[in-house]
C-alpha cells in the first residue's frame, strides 16, 4: 500500500515540506490505521510547519495535529474496519506522524468513535479548536459564569469563531474581540451581539480592577489581552485561557481573584482523558449549527499548506481551515 503525505524534513534548522508518496510499510507503530479523509490547519500546525519551538524533534515527518477518517483495519477489540472515527491531540503531528495523510497509524487509545449525524468533515471544519472551544464553555459552565456577556478573544480565528458560536448556542450573550473589523458581520453571522476592538484589551494594564464588564471568557490570545480581561471581569465569573496567540507572558495581580472571585481556568486539549474527551464531542453534535459551521471553514489540499503555516502565525486566517487529503 503506498500513500499521499505531506513529509517534513529538516536541514540546517530550516524545514521544508513536499508532497510525497509514501510506502505502507513506513507507518509508525500502532494497534489502528485509519483511512483519513479530512485534517485540518491549527496553530500548533503552523509553528510545525515552520519548525517553530522545536515541537518536533525527528524527520521526516508527517504533521498535522488532528484528523477524522475510516478504520481500515484493526488489532483494538474496541475498534472495526469502518468505524468512523476522530482523533486530536495525544502529540501526534508533533512526536507521532499526523493526519496530513492519507493514511495514519495510532494508539487505540487516542481515537473516539463520531457520533452518529457528525460526519467526518464536520469533525475537521471543528477539529482541535472547536473540541479545545467545547472544552473551554464546559469549564466555565462548571466553575461558574457572572453578570454580563460572555466574551471571545481572538474571536476571528479558528478557536474564537467556535467559541463565538458554541456560547451563543448554549444561551449565553456573546461579546467578541478582534483585531479585524472587517470580520464584524461574520462574528455577528455566528451570534456575537458586540463587537470590541482588539487594540482596547491590548493597552498595558493601568489599575487592577475596571468596571465589572464580562460574566466569562474564552481566551485564545494570552499576554496583555488576558491580563486586561481579567480585570473586567464580574463577580463569580470564570476566565477560560486557552491560548497564547498574543504572547505567553501575564502581568496581573491577585486582586481579580481576591476582590471578586475570578476563576482563571486553564484548558487542555492535548492530554484531557477519555471521558470528557467523548462528551465533548456527543455535546458538540448536539451543539452545533452545520451551516454555521461550514460558513466559517474553507478546504484545501496538501499542497497548499506550506504557504498556509506563516499565516496562521500571522493571525491572518479567518475561521477553520479543513484540509482534504484526498484532494
Ligand atoms: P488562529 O490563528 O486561528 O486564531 C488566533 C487569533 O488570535 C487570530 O485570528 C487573531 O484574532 C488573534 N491574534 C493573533 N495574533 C494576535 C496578537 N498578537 N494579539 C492579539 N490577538 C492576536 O489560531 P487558533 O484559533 O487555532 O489557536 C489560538 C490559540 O489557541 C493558539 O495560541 C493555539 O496554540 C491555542 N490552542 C490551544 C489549545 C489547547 O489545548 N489549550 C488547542 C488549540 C489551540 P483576531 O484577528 O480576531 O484578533
Redesign the pocket.
Known sequence: MTFRALMLNEQDRTVTAEVQTVDGSELPQGNVTVAVEYSTL???D?MILGGIGRLVRTYPHVPGIDFAGVVESSDDSRFAAGDRVVLT?WRVGEAHWGGYAERARVDADWLVRLPDGLSTFDAMALG??GF?SMLAVKALEDHGIGTGPVLA????????SVAVHLLSAAGYAVAA????PQ?ADYLRSLGAGEIID?AEL?EPVQRPLGSERFGGCVD????T?LANVLTQMSYGSSVAA??????NGLDTTVIPFLLRGVNLLG????MCPFAPRQAAWERLNELVDRDLLASMTTTVGLGDLAALGPK????E??GRTVVNVRG
Open positions: 491549527n496553530y500548533k503552523g491531540g482541535t479548536a479545545t478573544t481572538g474571536a476571528a480565528g479558528g478557536v474564537g474581540s478582534t483585531g479585524r470580520t482588539r491590548s485564545a490570545v494570552g499576554g489581552t486557552c491560548g497564547l496567540a498574543g504572547g484548558i487542555d486539549s492535548v496562521i502565525l500571522a493571525g486566517v479567518q
